[in-house]
């Protein structure tokens, strides 16, 4: 069963038409990669899927449930079970900030843990993702970009959400440290039961973690399918750009 949908979504910025009748499924536990060049849409579908935008046309559900975002109850339950994870990690964290203070943002806004409980959910999802609890008392500016990111990491998987949407959350890592986020990812997906949505423009980095893959050019979905079918056998003339341009990620 999904847990979140977009069917037929089209979506405009002023006169520009950046999205065209775009449809997705995610399925519980699932992981779907959103590839395709600058401008083809993925960041405007990851915005869909985290309920900043509406659609010009098209709906969003959520549990099978159309997504109102004036619906308070619904979007608090949504909020709890859909997290991002941003393509920055020098932006993303606040610097001015204590990494356990950031951590349990979600949990003091979203209101979904006791502040006695805090502690203790804030150390297990820095334990999860392979940081040292010395980490929590420490400022972002004393960690590596990789270990930003698994504090950004921590952070979207604190308030156990049942989705991650994840927009480019390697591309400003060197090689090395991206194959271990997305090892991280790939692992917190199998242990947790996330679903992931992942957006890039390597095809790589998505067939590391993610069995779907959309390919999107020019705000219209061009190819879908299973991964390892757009890897070996893609048929359309752009996913065979893409795949022949995809950097093959050292293990």
Same mark, same amino acid.
């Given at each position: ?155 979207? $998987?604190?308030?156990? #959400?049942?989705?991650?949407? *994840?927009? &480019?959350? =390697?591309? @400003?890592?060197?090689?090395?440290? /991206? ?50 079918? $757009?890897?070996?056998? #893609?048929?359309?003339?752009? *996913?065979? &750009?893409? =795949?022949? @341009?995809?950097?093959?990620?050292? /293990?």
């Amino acid at each position: 069963m999904s847990i979140l949908e977009l069917e037929s979504a089209s979506f405009s910025y002023g006169a520009s038409e950046v999205l065209r009748d775009v449809s997705l499924s995610v399925e519980r536990g699932g992981a779907v990669g959103l590839v395709g060049e600058s401008g083809a849409g993925k960041s405007t579908i990851l915005r869909l899927l985290l309920g900043l935008d509406s659609p010009r046309s098209g709906t969003i559900r959520f549990e099978g449930e159309p997504l109102r975002l004036r619906d308070r109850a619904l979007m608090r339950r949504f909020r709890t079970s859909v997290q991002p994870v941003f393509q920055d990690p020098y932006s993303s964290l606040d610097p001015r900030q204590r990494i356990d203070s950031i951590i349990a943002e979600p949990l003091r806004s979203l209101r979904i843990a006791k502040p006695g409980e805090i502690p203790e959910l804030v150390a297990a999802a820095v334990a999860s993702v392979g940081l040292e609890p010395d980490a929590l008392a420490r400022y972002p500016h004393e960690f590596s970009g990789g270990q930003r990111q698994r504090i950004a990491i921590a952070r979207a $998987i604190v308030s156990r #959400p049942r989705v991650l949407l *994840a927009d &480019e959350p =390697v591309s @400003a890592l060197d090689v090395t440290t /991206r194959v271990q986020v997305l090892d991280l990812l790939a692992t917190l997906r199998r242990e947790q039961g996330l679903a992931l949505v992942m957006v890039s423009h390597d095809l790589g980095a998505v067939a590391a973690v993610c069995d779907h893959t959309i390919v999107l050019k020019d705000g219209q979905v061009v190819e879908a399918g299973s991964t390892s079918k $757009i890897l070996t056998a #893609p048929e359309s003339a752009y *996913a065979r &750009e893409l =795949v022949a @341009a995809a950097p093959r990620l050292p /293990r």
